[in-house]
């Protein structure tokens, strides 16, 4: 809120400070000054004036006279957030503050204990329903803090938990509320266990916690009775919610894979702001039905993109029956791209196969190292296979540009798309020549075409060309050394014990401890005679450099240490899961303990199968045999005899009694 004292007050006015300290006093009281109403504010922290207060004047409320001498917009008046709660502001607050101030705008344009106020009151009471006496404290309000203070107050604990276990349980157990607490603790303790450990549905995890509800409730001596305890313990849904998270431990030492993939976040990326910053390459199936001669004809695409453009290179590779992509592919496909004019050695790239196909795996491991620039070393993929959405987008686009050719398959051989049921599509039998040519087309028809989005309307073409000019990029066209530069040697792995084991040495970093026993690993090695590292790719995600362990001598106390901080940091990420984790509780056990009935009402024994022991002596298990029958032929005798006395006691009665 923006206001002036009154020494601004008299400057802009042209009066002494004396009579404008005596107008905003007399404004205060309702009084006008040269037949204008003043608003006012008392200036906080500063004492003079009748009964200690200075007054200033609300220029955002002020008429229009007096805002033109201070050269006030009048349809934008600076008015400081202020936020008189503790909460934090939300959209409902701010609509409601709205509303009362448009309510009590009429009545603050009016001149305080005038006619017009009045009518002004019985207009907004009428309208919003409002006690006249509300409105008036409103007023109150916003001439002494401004519009500010008609926020509606807010709970200070909200988002605060305030039920213990269910509002019906809280209000109908009879407990103190620490009791309730200790209550609520161990049995939520035992519900993020059965998940966390076992993997429990959200529903047997309801089941199995009512009981245990029941049991904790009887422990700590509740009045209820018992007939009325299983109604009260009743759970629900919204109990359960927060137990979902707990889920995640039991799925990240279950299936790792699932975790990475649905629970870490990815990134983001801009453009680059100059051309081959960094060079996206990845391998896709071109899912388009081809015959030469008598065999079919399976056709992949090697595809570099430009970041910096979403420019692409697109190397075709055919491929016959039992043949697959080779690195020397790949090589090939790269060499062309780097020995284009406007391409070259890329300063970073980005690689991972993301294919299903088995013989894909290997595709693009070998590009991996880039000595350029001082020997500054770049490695292949440096975030998650799920960053590489541009690349992909631009494969989707492709295929919108040749399912018009002739073989097109549509996504699935078993469910074509481009004909009906049963009937085989018609392959692609123009010669790979002309398929070559299309498929530098379809490349063509897409580094031409205007995208939306991050191009802002124009084609991949266009923007390269602009990147060229506005950075000068020239090419780095290597030369055949510079370009062998870029391989690397490709192996696969176990981890055994925290370790990579490989031609004698092993290799040791701390990312490896958070992978299971006899895992496997891809790892790349550097053409360059070294063995003091490998780079460990698990999944098609990237882990990083492990580092060959030294060997120790008998009795080297170095060995001992470092074999014990690595033994240290493996247990401390086990130990760092079991923090909400109960080891002792298992799902098994709690069902156990919470089976009601074994068999229906009978007399005992409630068991009537039992153990056949014959570790011991024979002669007591067949006495022990005999006891047994002997127990039972008596009840069998007991219940007959208990039955005919029933019936003859029946026939009884129905002939009309004793004879």
């Keep these: 809120m923006k206001h002036c004292n009154a020494a601004q007050f008299a400057s802009a006015v042209g009066i002494s400070l004396r009579v404008a300290r005596k107008a905003l ?32 004047l609300r220029l955002d409320a002020a008429p229009t006279a007096i805002r033109d001498l201070f050269n006030i917009d009048t349809t934008a008046v600076e008015q400081p957030f202020e936020r008189p709660f503790k909460c934090p502001f939300n959209t409902a607050a701010y609509d409601t503050q709205t509303e009362r101030m448009a309510l009590l705008q009429p009545i603050l344009d009016t001149a305080p204990r005038s006619e017009a106020r009045e009518a002004a009151y019985v207009a907004a009471v009428a309208k919003s329903g409002k006690p006249k006496k509300t409105l008036m404290n409103w007023i109150a309000a916003v001439n002494k803090s401004g519009p500010a203070a008609l926020l509606p107050s807010q709970r200070a604990d ?40 076992d993997g429990t549905s959200i529903r047997e995890t309801i089941r199995q916690s009512e009981f245990e509800l029941q049991k904790l409730s009887r422990k700590v001596e509740t009045s209820v009775p ?40 990815r990134i983001r990326r801009h453009l680059h702001a100059s051309p081959m910053a960094l060079l996206m390459g990845d391998v896709h199936y071109m899912d388009i039905l081809v015959e030469q001669g008598a065999e079919p004809v399976r056709v992949r695409l090697i595809g570099w993109m430009d970041m910096s453009s979403l420019f692409t290179w697109i190397t075709p590779v055919f491929l016959s029956k039992g043949k ?5 592919d790949v090589a090939q496909s790269l060499a062309q791209v780097t020995m284009c004019p406007h391409g070259g050695i890329p300063e970073e790239y980005y690689l991972d196969n993301g294919s299903e196909y088995a013989e894909l795996p290997r595709l693009t491991s070998r590009l991996t ?73 379809m490349t063509a028809i897409y580094n031409d075409r205007p995208q939306s989005g991050r191009l802002n309307g124009i084609s991949p073409l266009q923007a390269l060309e602009a990147k060229i000019r506005e950075t000068s990029f020239v090419a780095r066209v290597p030369d055949e050394d510079s370009f062998d530069l870029i391989f690397s040697k490709q192996d696969t792995r176990m981890v055994r014990q925290g370790c990579i084991n490989r ?45 060959a362990l030294p060997k120790f001598d008998q009795g080297d106390r170095d060995g001992a240490r470092l074999q014990s901080a690595m033994e240290s940091r493996a247990v401390a990420k086990i130990n760092a899961l079991r923090v909400d984790v109960d080891p002792e509780i298992s799902t098994f056990d709690i069902q156990k303990s919470n089976v009601r009935k074994v068999a229906p009402d009978t007399p005992a024994p ?22 047994r029958a002997a127990t039972n032929r008596a009840y069998e005798d007991q219940r007959w005899a208990s039955i005919i006395a029933k019936r003859t006691a029946e026939k009884r009665k129905a002939s009309g009694g004793d004879h």
């Design 503 to 547: 031609d004698g040495e092993q290799y040791k970093a701390d990312f490896l401890d958070d992978i299971l026993n006899r895992d496997k690993v891809e790892i790349l090695i550097p053409l360059r005679s070294r063995r003091d590292r490998v780079f460990v790719r698990r999944r098609g995600i990237d882990l990083g450099w492990a580092n």
């Design 369 to 441: 190292v880039l000595a350029e620039r001082d020997f500054k070393t770049t490695l292949a993929k440096p975030y998650s296979a799920q960053s590489k959405g541009d690349i992909e987008n631009h494969f989707h686009i492709l295929q919108g540009i040749y399912q018009s050719l002739d073989g097109y398959i549509g996504g699935d051989r078993t469910n074509k798309k481009s004909v009906s049921k049963g009937k085989v599509v018609k392959p692609y039998r123009h010669g790979l020549a002309q398929l070559e040519a299309d498929i530098h087309a």
């Design 158 to 197: 909200k988002g605060q938990k305030r039920v213990f276990v269910t509002r019906k349980w809280d209000a109908g157990i009879g407990l103190s509320d620490a009791a309730k607490q200790a209550v609520a603790d161990d049995l939520g303790r035992k519900a993020r266990s059965m998940i966390a450990n």
């Design 606 to 627: 409630e068991n009537w199968t039992y153990a056949i022991d014959k570790t011991g002596d024979d002669t007591a298990a067949v006495e022990l045999d005999k006891k």
């Design 226 to 265: 018992l007939g009325k305890l299983a109604a009260l313990c009743k759970l629900n849904a919204k109990w359960a919610k927060p137990l979902e998270q707990y889920r995640l431990v039991h799925i990240h030492d279950k299936d790792h894979k699932r975790w990475q993939d649905q629970n870490v976040s």
């Design 324 to 328: 697959g992509i080779r690195q020397e």
């Design 25 to 56: 006093s007399r404004a205060a009281q309702g009084k006008t000054w040269r037949g204008h109403t003043l608003p006012v504010v008392e200036l906080e922290a500063q004492r003079g004036g009748d009964g200690g207060k200075v007054w200033g």
